[in-house]
């Protein structure tokens, strides 16, 4: 998709006449980022070094998890909303498994920082925390409708094989087909997650998620960072989506995304902070390029349009919105220094971190 299709647009802003002594500003206009998957109160582990590998950490999130309030959760998510908010990312999918009520503080703490929010309210079964787990899927479904019918925007989020059975799954398949709804799930961060799906259902876990109906066109797949060909094969016939967190899955020691096989499947790509250990979509967006020509042995694997897309369309398709708010970037900003006009959207890219942005007034 070019730039002119993004509705991108460079634009001279002269911020007041000169008899108001005010000085030129320029700036980028561009459709803002779409985080497309965050555990917003994850963002209290950053700097911590507990947990030798992913299941290490895992208990001790799971412990933060254990803390969290509805109060908690409205001051915490406030604050990384808005931190988000001045980092570029206009809309974020909170993938949601603390309750109920912390979904409602989440929604107003989205409010407060003037992020439009999508509800990924998860369904967990099994596992986990006992505050994570629904009864039923039934129970799940209700939960759903009972967001949507205050005015929340939501979509299903089934949070992996580990923690969805098959029947599960299959509820959840049909009622994302009838509704049209979004469908986030998490499949193939780990090979012990493989190892486990594969032992329980003989179907590695994307196979498994095809074979219940979960693949739709709807669909994002969180990770997908150890996917074979075949799996990522029922992706792109799917028509859904990948959701790659490079700042996380660096962190965890998930593995690299395929990003080329990805590509060569037509399959669109977004991109989240997830775990927020970092919060800066350009990034994001580098660090998924960098994968990419590490694989490869080859640079411009993504044209920086292309990249810019992955960072707000695709994310916008990912979650089912069609209107998000805009992003200013500062061409004045010593990190673009001396960058000739036809080169912005690379540098930008390739050179400058999230401070390049306007912070909304």
Same mark, same amino acid.
């Given at each position: 998709?070019?730039?002119?299709?993004?509705?991108?647009?460079?634009?001279?802003?002269?911020?007041?006449?000169?008899?108001?002594?005010?000085?030129?500003?320029?700036?980028?206009?561009?459709?803002?980022?779409?985080?497309?998957?965050?555990?917003?109160?994850?963002?209290?582990?950053?700097?911590?070094?507990?947990?030798?590998?992913?299941?290490?950490?895992?208990?001790?999130?799971?412990?933060?998890?254990?803390?969290?309030?509805?109060?908690?959760?409205?001051?915490?998510?406030?604050?990384?909303?808005?931190?988000?908010?001045?980092?570029?990312?206009?809309?974020?999918?909170?993938?949601?498994?603390?309750?109920?009520?912390?979904?409602?503080?989440?929604?107003?703490?989205?409010?407060?920082?003037?992020?439009?929010?999508?509800?990924?309210?998860?369904?967990?079964?099994?596992?986990?925390?006992?505050?994570?787990?629904?009864?039923?899927?039934?129970?799940?479904?209700?939960?759903?409708?009972?967001?949507?019918?205050?005015?929340?925007?939501?979509?299903?989020?089934?949070?992996?094989?580990?923690?969805?059975?098959?029947?599960?799954?299959?509820?959840?398949?049909?009622?994302?087909?009838?509704?049209?709804?979004?469908?986030?799930?998490?499949?193939? @961060?780990?090979? !012990? +997650?493989? =190892?486990?799906? /594969?032992?329980?259902?003989?179907? &590695?876990?994307?196979?498994?998620? %095809?074979?219940?109906?979960?693949?739709?066109?709807?669909?994002?797949?969180?990770?997908?960072?150890?996917?074979?060909?075949?799996?990522?094969?029922?992706?792109?016939?799917?028509?859904?989506?990948?959701?790659?967190?490079?700042?996380?899955?660096?962190?965890?020691?998930?593995?690299?995304?395929?990003?080329?096989?990805?590509?060569?499947?037509?399959?669109?790509?977004?991109?989240?902070?997830?775990?927020?250990?970092?919060?800066?979509?350009? @990034?994001?967006? !580098? +660090?998924? =390029?960098?994968? /990419?020509?590490?694989?490869?042995? &080859?640079?411009?694997?993504?044209? %920086?349009?292309?990249?810019?897309?992955?960072?707000?369309?695709?994310?916008?398709?990912?979650?089912?919105?069609?209107?998000?708010?805009?992003?200013?970037?500062?061409?004045?900003?010593?990190?673009?220094?001396?960058?000739?006009?036809?080169?912005?959207?690379?540098?930008?890219?390739?050179?400058?971190?999230?401070?390049?942005?306007?912070?909304?007034?």
């Amino acid at each position: 998709m070019g730039m002119d299709e993004r509705r991108s647009q460079l634009v001279s802003q002269d911020d007041a006449a000169t008899t108001q002594g005010f000085v030129l500003k320029r700036v980028l206009s561009l459709p803002g980022f779409v985080n497309a998957h965050s555990h917003t109160f994850q963002r209290v582990l950053r700097g911590r070094s507990e947990g030798d590998d992913f299941w290490g950490w895992r208990d001790v999130m799971l412990a933060t998890a254990a803390g969290q309030t509805p109060e908690s959760v409205r001051a915490l998510y406030a604050l990384t909303y808005r931190e988000m908010r001045a980092a570029g990312y206009t809309a974020v999918g909170e993938f949601h498994y603390l309750g109920l009520d912390e979904a409602r503080a989440a929604v107003a703490a989205a409010a407060d920082a003037e992020i439009e929010i999508v509800l990924l309210l998860a369904a967990y079964a099994r596992g986990g925390l006992a505050r994570f787990r629904q009864p039923s899927v039934a129970a799940y479904l209700q939960q759903v409708e009972s967001l949507a019918e205050a005015g929340v925007a939501v979509g299903l989020a089934p949070h992996s094989v580990r923690a969805c059975p098959r029947d599960w799954l299959e509820g959840i398949g049909r009622y994302a087909e009838a509704t049209g709804l979004p469908l986030h799930v998490h499949a193939d @961060e780990q090979p !012990r +997650e493989i =190892e486990e799906c /594969a032992a329980e259902h003989g179907l &590695r876990p994307i196979e498994l998620l %095809a074979r219940c109906g979960c693949l739709l066109p709807t669909t994002t797949v969180i990770h997908a960072t150890h996917a074979d060909d075949a799996e990522l094969d029922l992706i792109g016939d799917s028509g859904g989506r990948v959701c790659a967190c490079p700042t996380t899955e660096a962190n965890l020691g998930d593995g690299f995304v395929p990003v080329e096989r990805i590509r060569d499947r037509g399959i669109g790509i977004c991109i989240g902070s997830d775990s927020n250990v970092r919060i800066d979509p350009l @990034e994001e967006l !580098r +660090e998924l =390029e960098g994968i /990419a020509r590490r694989q490869n042995g &080859r640079r411009s694997f993504c044209s %920086a349009g292309t990249l810019l897309c992955f960072g707000a369309d695709e994310g916008a398709g990912a979650l089912g919105i069609s209107d998000w708010a805009p992003v200013e970037v500062d061409l004045t900003h010593r990190s673009l220094a001396g960058i000739e006009e036809r080169n912005v959207f690379s540098a930008l890219i390739d050179g400058c971190a999230a401070d390049v942005f306007v912070t909304p007034a």
